[in-house]
């Protein structure tokens, strides 16, 4: 069975600060990850995935994802906020040849002044 | 390269009724997958078509359908609506040997 744990449902980061949210899944074979973000009323943007190589992979938007294999984790991060990033954040999973793609439960983020 | 269309993009209905949603994926992607998306249950994967044949199919009843047309182009039906179908349905689709999925913007369906 495959899953994907969001653990935090909503952040809050101040303009400028720092960004990192957490991702951890379960998938039985190679995982192919990703993180999709959503704008209200909106469809799944990709930011980023990771198929395999490199475990520090960059995406759009400044945006760069992580993989640690012996942590089941794939964290998002970006070193400088803007406040166009507020937004909703999926990770998700899936795996080769296997299109049915699950999701985590979505970080809500917030951008303060 | 137009991206992943849907239509409509809303759509009310009432209970008992049913609905045809349509998308139209990136040209040359041959797979596409339907999810619904609600507050209460998240993203939820429904099916996957590729060369109009139903690959992959999640864990709903079967009410929901769907069926993909010789140009990939897909739709997805849902008969005898209930409160509970009010969601975003999204569709994305996939090349052929990729694993990266483009959505498209959603059809928000609102059951009354």
């Known amino acids: 069975a495959q899953s994907v744990t969001q653990p935090d449902i909503h952040i809050t980061v101040s303009e400028g600060a720092s960004l990192e949210l957490r991702c951890n899944y379960s998938?039985?074979?190679?995982?192919?990850l990703f993180w999709y973000v959503q704008s209200p009323g909106q469809g799944l943007q990709l930011l980023l995935k990771?198929?395999?190589?490199?475990?520090l992979v960059q995406g759009i938007k400044g945006f760069e994802a992580e993989f640690k294999r012996s942590q089941s984790s794939f964290n998002l991060r970006k070193p400088s906020v803007h406040w166009s990033d507020a937004a909703e954040y999926f990770c998700?999973?899936?795996?080769?040849?296997?299109?049915?793609?699950?999701f985590g439960t979505g970080t809500r983020l917030t951008i303060i002044p | 390269k137009a991206g992943v269309t849907q239509t409509p993009r809303y759509l009310i209905k009432t209970r008992g009724q049913q609905v045809t949603l349509s998308c139209s994926p990136i040209?040359?992607?041959?797979?596409v997958s339907w999810y619904q998306q609600t507050p209460g249950q998240g993203l939820q994967f429904l099916f996957e078509?590729?060369?109009?044949?139903?690959?992959n199919k999640g864990n709903f009843p079967g009410r929901f359908s769907g069926r993909q047309f010789s140009n990939s182009r897909s739709e997805m039906n849902v008969s005898t609506l209930e409160l509970g179908d009010s969601a975003l349905y999204l569709c994305?689709?996939?090349?052929?040997?990729?694993?990266?999925?483009?959505f498209g913007p959603g059809t928000r369906l609102t059951v009354l």
């Open positions: 040209s040359g992607h041959r797979s």
């Open positions: 990771y198929f395999s190589g490199d475990t």
């Open positions: 998700a999973v899936n795996g080769f040849g296997n299109e049915k793609l699950t």
């Open positions: 994305a689709s996939t090349m052929e040997g990729q694993n990266e999925q483009f």
């Open positions: 078509y590729f060369s109009e044949t139903q690959r």
């Open positions: 998938y039985g074979a190679t995982p192919y």
